[in-house]
């Protein structure tokens, strides 16, 4: 039976694992290189080689643990940056709408007209499709679906302008938590 490496580093840092097979192989690869080697530049081919040996002594198995919730640590720093940047756009979308009512100006009135339109034409859709469908020819049922789809897309943003979005900050600030327990 020839030795996994993938399995190997499955195990002993799983979400290092997980990120070679993706969009953020690259940063796993640094890691590490950094880890295993003592070498940050290593290429994906010297990783997998150091893997490959099927000899990790236990220091390195504790370097990788730690890198892993360095790692995990890091891309949940990202993610709450992200959504504080999102938060922050927000925000500033409806202290702008705030200032413009404040002021008189017919401007205000834009986002409060857009959030009815789209919230009217969701629910006139759900009506068409549930409610009528059956009396649609289906050309125009078609038509509906595909702006019912649309409008599903607009509607999260307009609960998420008026009521503001916390789903994504609660998971950054789980994240961090679990992270920040399992080191003490």
Do not use: H
Not at 27 to 47: I, N, R, T, W
Not at 90 to 104: M, P, W, Y
Not at 129 to 149: H, K, T
Not at 170 to 183: C, E, L, Q
Request: charged letters at 15%; proline letters at 3%; a negative charge.
């Amino acid at each position: 039976m020839a030795f996994d490496w993938k399995e190997t580093l499955q195990s002993v840092a799983p979400g290092l694992a997980t990120a070679l097979g993706g969009p953020l192989a690259g940063a796993a690869v640094k890691v590490l290189g950094e880890k295993l080697l003592g070498k940050p530049e290593a290429s994906e081919d010297e990783v997998v080689a150091a893997l490959s040996n099927g000899s990790l002594t236990g220091e390195q198995i504790t370097a990788l643990k730690v890198a892993e919730q360095n790692f995990t640590l890091e891309m949940a720093r990202i993610d709450a940056a992200t959504e504080s940047t999102l938060l922050a756009d927000t925000a500033s979308a409806r202290a702008q709408t705030a200032d413009l009512a404040r002021s008189g100006s017919v401007i205000a009135w834009g986002a409060p007209l857009v959030s009815i339109l789209v919230i009217g034409g969701y629910f006139l859709c759900i009506w068409l499709l549930f409610v009528r469908g059956d009396d649609l020819p289906d050309n125009l049922a078609q038509l509906v679906s595909i702006m019912f789809g649309a409008l599903q897309l607009g509607f999260g943003q307009v609960i998420n302008y008026w009521l503001g979005s916390s789903a994504g900050s609660k998971k950054s600030g789980d994240a961090i938590r679990a992270i920040a327990t399992r080191k003490s």
